[in-house]
């Protein structure tokens, strides 16, 4: 989240600061709002457009005041927020909140879900006209800023319809069109609130997706599964997909027994397959390395975050990981992009193995045990095409007839991808 947040430093400095708003500046432990803007367009001049995880069910937790990240004053026991300024009248009510301390204690009913606290932060009331622009002014600023669009933090704790309301009220981006908004809704199929709630309003987090991935993973007879409509999991055109997030990753938010780069061949298979797979909108997730759960990210004598250094062999060095830059992963990306809008064909899958194409634009195999050496039907025209995942230093010939000889082996990665139209 890039507005300004509290400053935690019982236990110190934890990443999850940031998750509690003190005001709308963009004033956070990221730096300044001159130094993000400078990050933004920087990026969008090489095509790279920013999303903002943006806090907008409440601000900080009860029990804490001070001075934010930016400095502000604030002081959440009085709900006093004058940095946007919030006060006690923005806030959801005790009579709004169906629960013994006005804590979020049953998933069951969605005005407790709503309407009462998450984890003790101080809960705002979006049904106000004043609480939903001051939320789209915020968005709007970000805009100004070179946003493209938003992750709604919490959205599974705002009525739909006060988001809806939110987004009316945000302007569409000035090269056209409207900001990309994606919802964070937390459904394993243990609540009252389902991610149907939230597909008029964009995509939705699919985090059964999580858990699918990581069955298929260590199982590869169940990939053909990892879409599950039967298990509730939301349509193609709606879900927002990957492998681990910043919660799961240490146990936070629905956490479980999820594939993450402690395990980087696993990892690498999982992510790769979910970047060649034709399901939903898919994200990357790209990390530091951590030992506690509420450790920050690396960081210099004052708290600040260290730069992310790039080391000669093209990893990540100063703690990050930087999964982003493995091959099997980042490669994948034009994959993806190739193969936009067509199925899965050829799909063949046995002995720990898969395969498949995308439409005639792109052909996909991966192997469990690192090894696979078989004659296969791409569905691709014929010709000699560059392996993506190692840089091209392999090439695939496809003959006349669509079949080529795949080779994975130990030495490598265990998966393997070209794609009409790649490098050559
Ligand atoms: C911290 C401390 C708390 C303290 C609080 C207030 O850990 O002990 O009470 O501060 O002072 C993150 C961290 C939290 C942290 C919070 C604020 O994860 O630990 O609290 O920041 O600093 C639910 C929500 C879902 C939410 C997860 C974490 O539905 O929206 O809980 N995820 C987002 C972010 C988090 C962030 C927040 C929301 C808050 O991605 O990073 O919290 O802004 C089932 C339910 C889910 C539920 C899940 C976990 O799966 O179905 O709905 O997720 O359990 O409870
Ligand atoms: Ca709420």
């Known amino acids: 989240p890039p ?45 790279v457009r920013v999303y903002v995880d943006s806090v907008v069910n409440h601000m900080a937790g009860l029990g804490r005041q001070g001075s934010g990240s930016g400095g502000t004053s604030f002081n959440s ?9 919030f006060r006690r009248e923005h806030f959801n009510s005790r ?34 006209e004043y609480v939903r622009t001051k939320i789209a002014e915020f968005y709007n600023h970000c805009i100004d800023v070179g946003v493209a669009g938003f992750r709604i933090d919490a959205a599974k704790h705002m009525w739909p319809g006060d988001i809806k309301a939110i987004q009316d009220k945000t302007k569409d981006l000035p090269e056209g069109g409207r900001p990309f908004f994606y919802h964070e809704v937390i459904d394993q199929n243990d609540g009252a609130i389902k991610v149907g709630e939230y597909t008029p309003l964009g995509y939705v987090t699919e985090f059964r997706y999580c858990q699918k991935i990581a069955e298929g993973i260590r199982n590869f007879g169940m990939l053909h599964g990892v879409y599950d409509p039967g298990w509730g999991m939301t349509d193609s055109a709606h879900a927002f997909v990957f492998v681990d997030n910043h919660d799961n990753q240490r146990g936070h938010g629905g956490g479980g027994n999820l594939i993450t780069h402690k395990h980087p061949r696993d990892y690498k298979m999982a992510v790769a397959f979910t970047l060649a797979y034709n399901y939903g909108f898919t994200r990357v997730m790209s990390s530091y390395y951590f030992q506690s759960s509420d450790q920050g990210p690396p960081h210099n004598g ?20 930087c999964e982003h830059r493995w091959n099997p992963i980042g490669n994948m990306v034009a994959f993806r992009n190739a193969v936009a809008g067509t ?18 634009k792109g052909f996909f195999a991966m192997a469990k045990s690192g090894h696979m050496d078989r004659t296969l039907h791409t569905g691709l025209p014929a010709g000699e095409y560059c392996e993506l995942v190692s840089d091209c230093k392999k090439k695939i010939t496809v003959d006349g007839s669509g079949n080529a000889h795949i080779v994975i082996d130990n030495s490598a990665e265990p998966v393997i991808a070209f794609i009409v139209g790649g490098p050559t």
Request: with cysteine; charged share 25%.
């Open 95 to 128: 009579d709004k909140c169906p629960s013994h301390d006005g804590n979020i204690n049953n998933y069951g009913d969605p005005n407790n879900v709503r309407n009462c606290f998450l984890v003790g932060l101080t809960d705002l009331d979006q049904s106000q």
């Open 3 to 47: 507005n300004e947040h509290v400053v935690v430093t019982q236990p110190m400095r934890p990443w999850w600061e940031r998750y509690q708003p003190v005001s709308y500046k963009l004033h956070s432990r990221g730096g300044t709002e001159a130094e993000f803007k400078d990050m933004v367009t920087r990026c969008k001049n090489v095509g």
């Open 77 to 85: 026991d009085n709900f006093d927020f004058p940095g946007v300024p």
């Open 343 to 360: 199925g899965v064909d050829n799909w063949r899958n046995e002995n720990e193995e898969v395969s498949f194409s995308r439409g005639q």
């Open 302 to 321: 004052d708290y600040s975050a260290k730069d992310v250094t790039i080391n000669a062999d093209g990893s990540c060095g100063n703690g990050w990981v």
